[in-house]
């Protein structure tokens, strides 16, 4: 007999396939109205013959878990108490603490897996993420099912391509997965202010598909990025511990290290994507959706990241400025020099360097790129003989949003240096979306576009300011 987690794999994997079809015939539908051609009409055709053979497997691996559900009890390999963990056929336990929702987590991993949307990078961190999750509540691992249930997608789909009566065509399925969503905005605290709007699926919320190693900001492909159900996330940080050298028979010091709580708490942005007509008609707009939105999420936070910005998270240089002090490295001279790199690189403590990188504005990079390493050598400070140019050994990253110009009349931070693990990215999930069903333009006429209005939160700040060092050029 198959291991029950086995068949599940495999039901999970057909349920998967069938909502796949279903998809594609809607899209189909959604692009082409009832009235199909021949071709179109052979592919649907096509497509509902594969459900129907999807759904024939799908109910004969269903009634294998049933009866190995009923032979488990039999034997005493389950229990019948509806804390009892998952036993596999050696009748050990899979679960830790409460069953309910360690089998919610398991759940939600598979759905992580099922979301076709998402790129492989963003399906990985978020299984770490949903495996290091110690909420007792569960709250991440029930977003995750409950906005990457295909019925929701579907429903969200239907309102997308009619906002006003796209909601009458839900099917008792799809109305029941809306309910369950709106249950799960009053328990997250977050969602709509009005009635009109949705959560954003998950396989389409930009706060997955970003966070992913590859985004558009350098600080994201760095920094440590998370995702939380809260709008606060506490991280545990330390300078480091102290070892003695302990003669013998002699108490052992106290050398515990001083544990830093930093909280980083999710601002609220905003994002305006304004869609033609011709486009909301002629694409499948709820499919393309995401991309859209994690652009205009990437665009508005990039700058947020680097320098702060009036209700926005803590940018890096920000942050490092307050800190003052060490963390800033004065040159006093208005002009980039080789120096200034080496000044910078024995400035900053050597727990931090082995991972350090550099980051400046390709303006300034570009100015170093026309000095050599040192007085009388002949090649440049930066090399770019590999795929990510280089300087004294780091990496050397581009942060159009850094400072780019020398000033001399006000601070210039050009150049800086550290552990970018020591810089944080929280992203909250739950993206929340209204359609504007008609845009005005100046006259207060039509201007023959929809608009999509969309909220999320997201923070950011240093953990620890003395991983980093910033180098101010002013005179």
Known sequence: MRALDEIRQDLDRARSKRDQLKDDVDRIYATNGRELDDGQAERVGNLVKGIEAANHEVESLEDEIRDDLADGVRTGRYGTDPAWPD????????????????????DALRANERASFLPDESKAKMERTLRADDDPEGLLARYTVETADRDYFRAFSSWM??????????????????????????????????????????????????SSVGAVSPLRQLARNAVTAFNEKRFVTSLGVTATWT?????????SPALLQPAIVCKKGQAFVPVSFELYEDSDIAQQLGTVLADAKNVHESLSFTLNQTNGPTG????????????????????????????????????????ANWMMNLSILNGYRQLPQATGLNYSIIDDTGPVPRALGWNVYENSSMDGTLTGAAADYLVLSGDFQQFAIVDRVGTSIEVIQNLLGTNHRPTGQRGFLMHYRVGSDALIQDAFRLSNFST
């Open 87 to 106: 036993r596999d056929q050696r009748g050990e336990s899979h679960g830790y603490g409460d069953p309910r929702v360690q089998r919610l987590r398991s």
């Open 247 to 255: 003669p013998e028979a002699t108490e052992q010091t106290d050398d």
């Open 161 to 210: 391509r009619d906002p006003v009566s796209g909601g009458h065509e839900w099917s008792p399925k799809e109305r029941e997965a809306v309910k369950r969503v709106r249950s799960l905005e009053r328990a997250m605290s977050i969602g709509t202010t009005t009635a009109g709007g949705l959560l954003v699926p998950y396989e389409l919320d930009p706060s997955i598909l970003i």
């Open 316 to 355: 890096i240089v920000s942050s490092i400025v307050t800190a003052a002090g060490a963390n800033i490295i004065a040159t006093g001279t208005n002009v980039l020099a080789q120096g200034d790199l080496y000044a910078n690189q024995a400035a900053l403590p050597p727990r931090w360097r082995p991972n």
